[in-house]
RNA sequence: GGUCCCAUCGUCUAGUGGUUUAGGACGCUGGCCUCUCACGCCGGUAACACGGGUUCGAAUCCCGUUGGGAUCACCA
């Protein structure tokens, strides 16, 4: 396979997404990944994705299925790809015949243990570990163990001109001569990524913060190849609470866990993109929205500190601002792990609409939702102490003789029962709305009496008031 | 330790020399609404890290200090 040389050409912005399989995808690469794609998508571009799998023991078929998955979820999709680099492994090895053509790079037999004591030699005397050439100029031919070594200038400045961070400067006395191969023939990092991105004419590169002293090493590369450099864009990281980087111990790192515990895709999207990214005192972001307003001139420069709380404020956002549809859509698997009957649509429509404004997770949706699919409630105990007592035994008997009356349980129908019982009783509506509430749902919290009724329905409301009524029989 | 980056309320941020008694959001908090819980609405709390400059004027520009972070692999 044969890949021409293209100069960079920025008619059409192309991106890419390059996670390394060795793992879930995590709410970091979640971000970048989420910028390049808006990036890409808010410009008519093409956003490219790329399994980096050239680490053999680390990669692993589960993460690159576990990366697709989340991706999938969060609605991110790609124009091209997935490549793997692992495919490509004869293109590595045609630009290696290049730069050792060219003698932009040599091969190095020194070992690993030899490289390890100039190393810690280098640290313990405060000096930037390098490599000291020793095969520089050997002309050493390939033999088994055999790495590749990129030849460094070892003067002059590289500079770094980052549409994010503005002009960064690097002696290249502080970059030594990189290994591109390794032994066992793999390309390493920083030589991998810049074929790839050569090859498949990626011009746009945002990414994490942690690669910018790459990148004076990357664009080497790209000179000693001939090839004109892409924009460059290092996004800020993400934190946890502690200021170190998001690790397992700043609780759920992974994408799909979010999605586990209730959240909304477009929550996570709209609070992933800002953090540290701004579109005036705008907060509330669905994807056509960013698409449309999405720049580079509006990521910050400053780190910032991962929020589960803004998160899930957020996601509560989210889920009221959702249609109904879509919220039955996404509250429908949380209930089908816990209720195996198929489920009426348009009940779960109304189920879901009488609790979306009092859910901030979809976890949270299902388990208020519960009440409403069993055949059988159970009484929260405290609060059938507290409310189905004798005294409300003739009131709810008279609401079943007026409910049952009623043609249909519209709010104004149910409005004039409901007064009729407090005429005859002389209980006040507050008197009467717990003890209805604990025998229509067993608890003591829940959404509105009159919605309540209304999307039970009048079998289910009948059922289950009389139950009550026999409940507080059995009692006395 | 070398190199590099960063610095506005606890957190996310607006702000690009004067319109700012520094605005919004989350959180926390007082109240209103009310059939419970929420939603919603009204209000409060809280920040320009420090020190020098530049300027008529600085959160905004420059320098230094301090603090935080990243990175220094035959990982990506």
Redo the contacts with the bound molecule.
Sequence with gaps: MKDKIRSLNMDQIITRF?P?PTGYLHLGGARTALFNWLYARSKNGRFVLRI?D??LA?STKESVDAIFKALDWLGIDWDDGPFYQSERLDIYKEYIKKLLDSEDAYYCTC??EK?KTM?EAA?AS????RYDGTCRDKGLKNSE?A?VRFRSDSFGTTVVEDVI??S????NS?IDDF?IQ???G?P???FAVVVDDITMGINTVLRG??????TPKQIALYKALGCMLPVYGHV??V?GKD???LSKRHGAMSVTAYRDMGYMPEALINYLV???W?H??D?FFLKDDLIKKFNIK?I??????F?P??LL?LN?EHI?AASIERTSACLKPFLEERHTDEIDSSYLSAIAGTLN??SKTLLEMADGALFYLENDIDYDKKAAEKFLKPIVYDCLNLLIDELKQIASYTQKNQEQAFKKVMDITGLK??KI??PV?VALTGK???????ELIEVLGRERVLKRLKNAVLYIDEKR
């Design positions: 390059p390394s980096e050239t680490d680390r070992s690993p490289i190393r640290k405060g000096q930037t570990p163990k790495v961070k503005g960064i400067l690097f002696q502080e290994i390794k032994s066992d793999m390493m990092y920083n913060d942690d690669h910018v002293s790459n800020p990281m934190f200021r170190t980087r800002r953090l540290g701004s005036g005192d907060e509006n910050g420069k400053s780190p910032s500190i929020d709380e803004k404020s509560a009221q404004k009092r509506f507050g709305a717990q509430r003591s919290v829940s959404p509105g009496i009159f």
